[in-house]
């Protein structure tokens, strides 16, 4: 699936489809490219990008977030988020469970987070992979060339689930990569989104919650 899914998301970026970016992609990453193109657009700049190979491809690795849709909402500054929500776990693995304001009689285990109450929790699945990719890469501004460079550089592709209203509603990934369902026909149709390139926002994220983090 992943040279698949790169090998699209080039094809997107170097058409400049915004329809296609925004169907593809997660909105907040879809937002960050579609703005990215049109300023380099503005700036009369052109990219294209070919990919000569992909190899050596292999899953990188998983993460779950649950909780509120907005506890991860990328296009709000997680300043902001963080005033609002805590954040427990470690590393890709995340919980999010609103604040709730400490009196001074109130201990401080008040604040964390109900644990059974967190399996009907939203949540969404992740996962990302690796690829070796040879890449050449031209610049041009008003139709000359003014860069261009071909080498060989991992590409990271991050995946994501929509969001489901609790866990017992997700479907279980399979090790092939099949999706099934245990009991009930699913509710919401399962389809994989690109979440992140490069673990950019992934792992602006995770630093910033290690900052803050309970647990």
């Known amino acids: 699936m992943t040279p698949v899914v790169i090998s699209r998301i080039v094809d997107v970026i170097n058409s400049?489809?915004?329809?296609?970016?925004?169907?593809?992609?997660?909105?907040?990453?879809?937002?960050?490219?579609t703005s990215a193109l049109k300023q380099m657009s503005e700036s009369g700049y052109d990219i294209k990008i070919d990919?000569?190979?992909l190899n050596n491809v292999k899953v990188g690795g998983t993460s779950i977030k649950s909780g509120q849709p907005k506890a991860f909402d990328t296009t709000v500054p997680f300043e902001t988020r963080s005033q609002r929500f805590s954040y427990y776990g470690a590393g890709?693995?995340?919980?999010?469970?609103?604040?709730?304001?400490?009196?001074?009689?109130?201990?401080?285990?008040?604040?964390?987070p109900n644990f059974i109450a967190i399996y009907k929790q939203p949540i969404r699945l992740e996962f990302w992979s690796t690829a070796q990719a040879r890449?050449?890469?031209?610049?041009?501004q008003h139709g000359k060339v003014v860069d261009?460079?071909?080498?060989?550089?991992?590409?990271v592709v991050s995946m994501a689930s929509p969001t489901y209203p609790q866990i017992s509603e997700a479907p279980t990934i399979l090790s092939d990569g099949q999706i099934m369902y245990i009991g009930s026909d699913p509710k919401i149709p399962?389809?994989?989104?690109?979440?992140?390139?490069?673990?950019?926002?992934?792992?602006?994220?995770?630093?910033?919650?290690?900052?803050?983090?309970?647990l």
């Open 51 to 53: 990919i000569k190979s």
């Open 92 to 112: 890709p693995h995340i919980i999010a469970d609103q604040k709730i304001p400490l009196s001074k009689d109130m201990d401080v285990s008040s604040e964390l």
């Open 16 to 33: 400049k489809d915004e329809a296609a970016l925004s169907t593809m992609m997660t909105p907040a990453l879809a937002s960050m490219y």
């Open 135 to 140: 890449v050449a890469i031209s610049l041009s």
């Open 148 to 155: 261009q460079d071909e080498g060989y550089m991992p590409i």
């Open 190 to 214: 399962f389809e994989w989104r690109v979440s992140d390139l490069f673990l950019n926002i992934t792992n602006k994220e995770i630093r910033a919650i290690e900052k803050v983090r309970v």
